[in-house]
Each structure stands twice: as C-alpha cells, then as structure tokens.
C-alpha cells in the first residue's frame, strides 16, 4: 500500500505560482510513476503531468512550459512548480501514484484557486 498526501494550494492572483508537495509513504519502493491530475468543478479529471521511475516526464499541453514536475526520492516526496497561473488552473489538484503492480492509489487532492 501507498499513502500519498497533497499539500501547498491556496488562493494566488492570475500570474503567480504556486508549489505543490507529494509526499508518500508505505511501499514508495513499489512506485514506478507518479504524477499529478486536476478537476475543476463540473468537469472530468484531467491528467496534469507524470514522472516515471527514471525521469521521464509528461506534461499536458495546458500546462507546458508553465508547471515543472520534480521529485526527491530522498523525502519520496513529488513536486509540482505552477508558475504563470491562470483561473483556468483553478482545480483540485490530486496526486496519484501506480506501482508495478498494477495498483492505483489517490491521495485526498489540495485546491488550487486562481483569481482573475
């Protein structure tokens, strides 16, 4: 089992940043990729970014070159830089972990709020 918890949301004006934490616990050894979604009221999840076991990152074409994914395998800890925020970033930002095992696990998400 994994635990993971979200924490760094908040209120922050359109054009500021925001960092989000990750931190996991339990069997981290078992995690091959970690990566962040988001939902805004009335819509689907949206996948934001990933990173894998070795590095690989993917990021969603809404985010690019403004959220940098980054990971401290030291804390087992998983950030998420926003910088230049837009209200549409406005969402509850949920970290989500998959082992090799094939298993999913959720963290309980952080809201992000930008204001125009």
């Known amino acids: 089992q994994v635990q993971l918890v979200e924490s760094g949301g908040g209120l922050v004006q359109a054009g500021g940043s925001l960092r989000l934490s990750c931190a996991a616990s339990?069997?981290?050894?078992?995690?091959?990729?970690i990566g962040w979604y988001r939902q805004s009221p009335g819509k689907q999840r949206e996948l934001v970014t990933t990173?894998?076991?070795?590095?690989?990152?993917y990021y969603a074409d809404s985010v690019k070159g403004r959220f940098t994914i980054s990971r401290d395998n030291a804390k087992n800890t998983v950030y998420l830089q926003m910088n230049s925020l837009k209200p549409e970033d406005t969402a509850v930002y949920y970290c989500?972990?998959?082992?090799?095992?094939?298993?999913?696990?959720w963290g309980k998400g952080t809201l992000v709020t930008v204001s125009s």
């Open positions: 990173i894998n076991w070795v590095g690989t990152t």
């Open positions: 339990g069997s981290t050894a078992r995690i091959n990729g």
């Open positions: 989500n972990a998959n082992d090799y095992g094939g298993m999913s696990y």
